[in-house]
C-alpha cells in the first residue's frame, strides 16, 4: 500500500512561534515601513548595551565569511573561481536579509536573499520542506539571479530545532549548457536558451548531495569537472560558516546572535545616510547611458528572425539625494527588454550596485541589506532592468548593469568634485570586454568551454587628480585580477602570442582614463573549436567627466587560413605583440596574404569556427578620462609616449602637445611651444563651435524629418512606449508638434514582443517578490 | 576624523598633493572642514573676484555676483546663466557626427560609429575652455546634469551660512 508521508505538507513552525516564514518575514516588513528604521529597530539594543561585545561578533562573523571564501576557493578548478575569485558567501537572518556578506563579488547580497524570499513567500517550508542539512540551488534569473552561470547553494542554519537564519555561497561557473558554451553566450535570445536552469531546487538532504541532482546537472552542462569542484566550493564555505555561526552561539548565546542578526541591518541602513551625507550633495544628478545591441549583422546568428534588429539599450537616471540623506534613483525613460541576453532582473540592479558602492561611497566591510533599506529604486516595469516577460533572457546581464552604473559614476563623482573630494571622484568605469568565449574539444580532447576573465582588469576611469588605473580592475569583482598566462593556457587551448597595454584606450583628460590591454591568442591544439566576440564597439557606455573624453570604443581582428603552422616551422615572420595602431595595421604583414581577416567594429557575435593556427584579439577597454585634455601637464604627455600608452599624432592632436623624437625613440615634450600650441587650439575650436541654440535648430529640424539610423529611433520608441513621462520631457524639449511621434511599427523592424508580454507573476501558484517601485 | 592643512587642500586642487595624504583622504573618514578649505583654495586661484558658491567643474563654478545674483561662471569671467539653468544651453557646441571628426581624436575603429552615438563638445564661448563632452545617440536633449540643493547643503550639511541671493 502505497502511504503518504505526513511531513510534505502543513505548517511546519520552523520558528517555533507560531508563525510561517511569511507571516514573520510580513511582519518585518510593516515594521520597516511604518517607522523608517529595519524591523522597527529605532535602538540599538544589543550595540548600544555592550558597543565591544557587538563588534566582537561582528568581527567574528566576517572575518569566518572572509575565511571560509579564501579557504573554500582552493577547492575549485576554474581558474574563474580560484584565480579571479568570482565567488562569495552571505550570511542571512531568518527572512532572508542579508546580515554579513565576505569579500569577492558581493553582488549577491541581495540575490540569493531573493532566492530565499521566493522560498519564503512561496511556502518552500511546506512542501518541498526545509530541515537541518538541505541544501538548496538557485540560479533563476527571473526571481533575482543576475546570470545563470553565478551558481548559488543555499543551506539553512537551525539553533535547536529552529531555523535562524541561512547561508548562500556562489560561483561563477564556467558553463552553463546554454545553446552556446561559455557561460554568458549571446547565440540564445530568450531564457529557453540561457542553459539549465534551477529554481530554489531541493538538491541535498543531510549535508549530502542528492544523487539525482548530481547526475542530472553534470551532464546538463558542457564542463562537468568544473561543475563539480564548483558545488563542493561552495558546499564547503556554506558548512564552515555555519560551524562558524554554531561557534558563536555557544560562545555568546543564541539572544545576542538574533538580535544582531537585525540590528546589524538597521546599522548598515544608518551608515548608509550618514556616508551619504558626509560625502555627498544634497540635490538631482541626471544621467544616461547606452549600450549597441547590432545583432542584425551576419555573424551574429540566433534562432529567430525576431531578434535580427540593431538596438540600443537606453539607461537614464535621476538620482535625487534628499536632504536627510536618503537617496532615489529613478531609471523612468529606459528602453525596453530585449531578445538577447543582457536584461537584467530588479534584484541583479539593486543588488549588484553594492558591488559598485563598495568601491566608492561604502568601502567598508560593513555591506548588508541595510544600504537597500536607505535607497529608493525606481525600475518601470517593462524595462531592461525591470522585465515584464518571462521568457527573457539574461546570460550576460552585466553588459547593460555595469554600463546603467556607468551614469552612477558620474553623478556621485559630480557631488565629491563639488564638495572638495577630489581624490574620490572616478569619471567611471570601462566596458568590461571584450569576453572570449567559445569551446570544442580541448588539448586535453575533452569537451570543453572557454570564458576568459582577462576582462577582469580593464583600466579604470580617471580620478579628479590623478589618471585612472591601467588594466587594473572590474567593477563587478572588487578584486580585479588578469590571470597569469601559464594559467590560462593550462584552461584554455590558446598560446598567447602577445599581451600589451592598449594605446588610447583610456580616455583623454587632464587625468587620463586608465589603459587597458590586449592579448593575441592562437588557437593550439584544439578540434572543432568555436569563439566569438561580446562587447561594445558601435558605442561607448562610459562618458568623461568634466571635459574629459569617453574611453575608445572596442573593434574585433580574427584571422582564419594564417599559414602560422608554416611560417613558424620556416622561421618567417609572427604576428607578436599588441595591435599597436589599428589606424596602420601590422598583424596582417606577418600573416598570409590570403588568410581571410575580420577586422570591424562587429563586437558581438555568435559561435564561428576557428581552426589551430587561427588568431582572436581579446581587447579589454580602457576607462573614461576626466578634464579638458587641453590641461594635461606636458610631463604625462611625454611620460604616456614614451611608455607607448600613447600614439604620437594624439599626443598632438588631442592634448596640444609638441614634441619631438630622439634617435633612440624617446619623446621630449616642450612645453613653452604646448603652451603657445594649446593658445591656437581654444581658438580653432571657438571657430569650428556654434552657439548651442543654434545647432538645436539644425537638430530638431532632423527629428522632425525622422533623420537618423533606426537603431536610434528604435531605441527611442521602446522608451516612449513605456514612459509618458520621457517622452513628454523630450518633445518639450525640442518643442515638437503634439502629433510627432516615433513608434516601432513604422520603423520595418521586427517589433516582436512590444505588444504582448506574459510576465513570471502570472503564473499559477507562483509569488514573485517585488523589491522595487515599478 | 582626519583633518587636513589649507596647503595640503590647495596641493590637492592642484594636483601636487603627495600621495601619502592622498592615501589617507581615501582611507579615513572624511573631513567636514574641506568643503570651506576647498572653496578658499580656489578662490585664490581665480582672476574674479565673486564669491564662490559652489565648485562644478575643473574650470565652472557657481558664484556670487557683486549684484548678489547667483550664476554659473567659467573660470576666464565668461558668465552663463541663472544657476538654476542649464549652462551648456548657453555654450558653444562641437558635435564630432562624422567618421573623419571622429579618427581625428581616436585610432580608426576606436571611436563609435556616429550612426549610433556622436560627442557634444561644450565650450566656454570666451576661452574656448572645453567644460563638457557628451556622448549622447543623436537627437538626444541636452541634459541639464546637476541641480544643487545649495541652500540645504550649507544649512544642514556643513554648517556654513548661506551666501546671500538676489530674489
Redesign the interface.
Known sequence: MNMMTPNETGFADLLKNGQTLKQFRDGIIERTQKTGHYNGLEKLELRDADPIGYEKLFSKLRGGLVHARETAKKIAASPIVEQEGELCFTLYNAVGDCVLTSTGIIIHVGTMGAAIKYMIENNWEANPGINPGDMFTNNDCSIGNVHPCDIATIVPIFWEDRLIGWVGGVTHVIDTGAVTPGSMSTGQTQRFGDGYMITCRKTGVNDTPLRDWLHESQRSVRTPKYWILDEKTRIAGCHMIRELVEEVIRADGIEAYEKFAYEVIEEGRRGLQSRI???T????????S?V?VPYKHEDVQVSNAFAKLDS?M?SPCEMTIK?DGKWRLDFEGASRWGWHTFNAHQVAFTSGIWVMMCQTLVPTQRINDGAYFATEFRLPKGTWCNPDDRRTGHAYAWHFLVSGWAALWRGLS?AY????????VNAGNANTSNWLQGGGINQDGEIHAVNSFEASSCGTGAC???DGLNHAAAIWNPEGDMGDIEIWEMAEPLLYMGRNVK???GG?G??RGGCGFETLRMVWNAQDWTMFFMGN????SD??L?????S??G?RFEAHKTGLERRIANGESLPLGGDI???APTYEHNIDATAQVK???QCMTTEDCYANHDLYLNYLRGGPGF?????R?PAAIEKDLNERFL?PE?AG??YGAVFSQDAKGTYTVDAAKTRARRAE???E??A??????E??KE?RE??LNKH??T??QH??ATSFALSEKFTK??KD??NLPADWMVSEDELGVPSYGSKHRMDLSLMPDVTTVVQVEE | MSTYTNEQ?AH??E?T?DWET?FR??SM??D?S??K???EALQKKVSFKDRIV???????YIVQTDRKQWVTKCDCGHEFCDYRENW????????RDTEEAM???????????T???V?R???C?S????????????????????????E??YK??VNLPVPERAA
Open positions: 551625507k558626509a560625502m550633495l544634497p540635490g538631482k544628478y541626471r544621467k544616461v547606452f549597441d540600443i537606453h536632504g559630480q568634485f563639488s564638495r572638495g573630494y577630489l581624490e574620490e579628479a587628480v590623478k594605446a588610447n584606450s583623454y587632464k587625468y564597439g558601435f558605442m561607448n562618458w568623461g568634466m571635459g574629459g573624453y569617453p575608445a570604443t573593434y595602431d589599428p589606424s577586422r570591424d567594429k578634464g579638458d585634455p587641453i590641461d601637464e600614439l594624439y592632436k588631442v587650439m581654444r581658438k575650436r571657438l569650428r563651435a556654434v552657439p548651442v541654440r545647432w538645436m537638430e532632423r527629428i537618423a539610423s537603431a536610434v531605441m527611442f520631457q523630450f524639449f525640442w | 587642500v590637492l586642487v594636483g598633493l592622498t583622504m581615501l573618514p572624511k567636514n574641506r568643503f578649505q576647498y572653496v559652489l565648485p562644478l567643474g575643473p574650470h565652472l551648456k544651453m548657453h555654450a558653444h557646441i562641437y558635435v579618427t581625428e581624436v581616436y585610432p580608426k575603429l576606436m571611436a563609435p560609429d550612426q549610433w552615438q560627442y563638445e561644450y565650450y564661448p576661452c574656448g575652455a572645453l567644460h563638457d563632452v557628451e556622448a549622447p545617440t543623436p537627437w538626444y536633449p541636452v541634459i541639464h546634469d546637476f541641480e544643487p540643493d545649495i540645504a547643503f544642514e550639511w
